[in-house]
């Protein structure tokens, strides 16, 4: 079946540190790609998606880039700041049929002053 | 506008009693998904409605149930309460069947005693 595999966390940076969390995937397919944040005991949040191969997502100065060769949609920024604490979960939606995300299980990051 | 609304936010119940949760979409969004996310996980796929018809159900037992009303805001019941019930329930709502963006509630933390 489609699946979504994330990095362990929890990450921890200094602020202004540049982060990377992996995030690769398996579809019988090609799949929408997103990444949700949640903020502590909030629900989640659209940070930014790619919808086919090669397409970059972009969202305050988050970055991640759709690479079918390696099925893969690392997010990355540049200088990390302390708001930008949260989970962060990757997830997939096929394009046929109904709407179903499908989920990692989130990468926990912790960003220091 | 306001984003997808969910109530109540809190909620403890006791095993064996049935919990109802509610749910109102963004203004014109026709299509309403449920997904459970247990503490430390990705949210997990329950239901999806949309124009008052189940489009997509998850791999979840039959106490769950879901509907949709004429205005599209949905409800989630869950009967016969099991500790393993307790979760965050959120709610997403999209546009319609197309590949449109899920846009998730707040979220009802369910604690089951």
């Known amino acids: 079946g489609n699946s979504v595999t994330q990095m362990e966390g929890p990450v921890t940076l200094s602020e202004e540190a540049f982060l990377t969390i992996n995030c690769t995937y398996t579809a019988t397919g090609y799949p929408s790609l997103f990444w949700y944040v949640q903020y502590p005991g909030e629900g989640l949040q659209l940070l930014l998606k790619a919808t086919k191969a090669d397409d970059k997502g972009s969202n305050k100065g988050f970055e991640a880039t759709y690479r079918k060769e390696t099925t893969s949609f690392h997010l990355e920024k540049g200088s990390v700041q302390v708001s930008d604490s949260a989970v962060y979960f990757c997830?997939?939606?096929?394009?046929?049929?109904?709407?179903?995300?499908?989920f990692g299980t989130g990468t926990r990051l912790l960003v220091s002053p | 506008d306001a984003g997808v609304t969910q109530s109540p936010t809190h909620l403890i119940k006791t095993r064996g009693q049935h919990v109802t949760l509610r749910c109102s979409p963004i203004s014109g969004h026709k299509s309403v998904s449920w997904y459970q996310q247990v503490l430390g996980q990705g949210p997990q796929f329950i239901f999806q409605y949309y124009e008052k018809e189940e489009r997509g159900r998850g791999n979840f037992p039959d106490r769950f149930s879901a509907r949709q009303f004429p205005n599209y805001s949905s409800e989630l019941n869950v009967n016969a309460l099991l500790l393993g019930d307790s979760a965050l329930y959120l709610c997403?709502?999209?546009?319609?069947?197309?590949?449109?963006?899920?846009?998730f509630g707040p979220g009802t933390r369910l604690l089951v005693l």
């Open positions: 997403a709502s999209s546009g319609g069947q197309g590949e449109e963006t899920q846009y």
């Open positions: 997830a997939l939606r096929m394009n046929t049929g109904f709407q179903k995300l499908v």
